[in-house]
């Protein structure tokens, strides 16, 4: 079968880090376009913008689209339009609404929107799944603490409204949250904090629960220094789990069960192909669902403003 081939939009810190490097390392699959302002790749076709990729670029099969998520909307209808299988870096867009025209025009016209959250592809995250479906679960606690200075240096999107602000990495958590938890989850509280120059959040806490009355507690945090969390706490009748390091790590109680290295770009490309392959999508939005209704129901306190440089 001829490979996939896949034209990254929006050329930043995710395209670069991740989303080149996995294509180079998934059969199927080969970048054969960067479309985006600023930046290019040397020896891969350019273009400016997705419009002028489109227009003169060469042929492509799919984008994958990393711009940040208040532009993403009208490049996905854009390229579905176009007749092409459309990729969406998390979250899949600045507001939840958005997403089902998508959906219903990659249907339509038998393309495939993949709404992808790279945390499910963490090597600990299936088997969390699997162990904990045999468990009774009587409290959750998220711990999703790190530096924005060093994770999105100079990213002004993310504290501009539509840009999540710390749910841009807490809807990671959120991600592995409602794959490992079949059941449907529903916030009951949020404190929001933002600062004083912002219009996206620096720090959250949310209480979340289920029709059981399940407790979890999730705390946000973009000002953390010194030593990254990306933890989730479980308590169940069966003892302690944890799923760490974002979901590379699970322990239960004593027993170190899965510590293996990152390879969840890979695994999201190896999910493109084949949904392509077969013109289906995956679009779950339960995570950004969360995070619309952290927003709905949270309580806002303004706290100091943030400067990029520290
Ligand atoms: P980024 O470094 O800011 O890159 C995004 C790129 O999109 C920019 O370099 C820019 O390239 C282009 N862009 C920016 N504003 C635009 C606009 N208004 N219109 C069109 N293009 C625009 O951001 P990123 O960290 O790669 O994140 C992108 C997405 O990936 C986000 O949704 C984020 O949540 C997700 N993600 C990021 C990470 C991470 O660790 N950074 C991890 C997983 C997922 P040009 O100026 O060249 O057009």
């Not at 404190?191 to 996206?200: G, I, K």
């Not at 990306?230 to 027993?255: H, M, N, Q, Y």
Request: charged share 20%; hydrophobic share 45%; proline share 8%.
């Amino acid at each position: 079968m001829n490979p996939l081939r896949v034209a990254i939009v929006g050329f930043g810190k995710i395209a670069r880090d991740q989303h080149v490097p996995a294509i180079s390392a998934t059969d199927g699959v080969e970048l054969v376009a960067v479309a985006s302002r600023n930046a290019s790749l040397p020896g891969i076709p350019h273009a400016p913008t997705l419009d002028e990729l489109l227009r003169s670029g060469p042929p492509v099969d799919a984008v994958a689209l990393c711009t940040p998520p208040q532009v993403r909307q009208a490049q996905a209808a854009t390229a579905l339009a176009a007749g092409k299988h459309v990729m969406l870096e998390k979250p899949p867009g600045a507001t939840v609404a958005e997403i089902t025209p998508l959906a219903t025009a990659a249907q339509v016209a038998r393309r495939t929107l993949f709404a992808t959250w790279h945390s499910r592809f963490a090597p600990a995250v299936e088997p969390a799944r699997k162990l904990l479906a045999g468990r009774k679960i009587s409290s959750v606690r998220i711990t999703w603490k790190e530096d924005v200075r060093v994770w999105h240096p100079g990213q002004a999107w993310i504290f501009e409204a539509g840009g999540l602000g710390v749910f841009d990495p807490g809807i990671n958590a959120l991600s592995i949250l409602t794959r490992i938890l079949p059941q449907p989850l529903f916030v009951t509280s949020a404190e929001l904090a933002f600062p004083a120059n912002r219009d996206a959040p620096i720090a959250a806490k949310l209480a979340l629960s289920d029709a059981q009355g399940l407790s979890i507690a999730a705390e946000f945090d973009f000002r953390q220094t010194g030593p990254q969390s990306w933890d989730i706490e479980i308590e169940t009748d069966g003892g302690p789990v944890t799923l760490s390091f974002g979901g590379a790590k699970l322990r239960a109680g004593d027993r170190q069960l899965v510590d293996a290295p990152d390879a969840e770009y890979a695994g999201l490309y190896r999910r493109f192909r084949d949904l392509a392959a077969a013109g289906e999508s995956d679009v779950d939005l339960a995570p950004l669902q969360l995070v619309a209704d952290a927003f709905l129901l949270g309580r806002r306190r303004t706290v100091e403003p943030f400067e990029d440089k520290a």
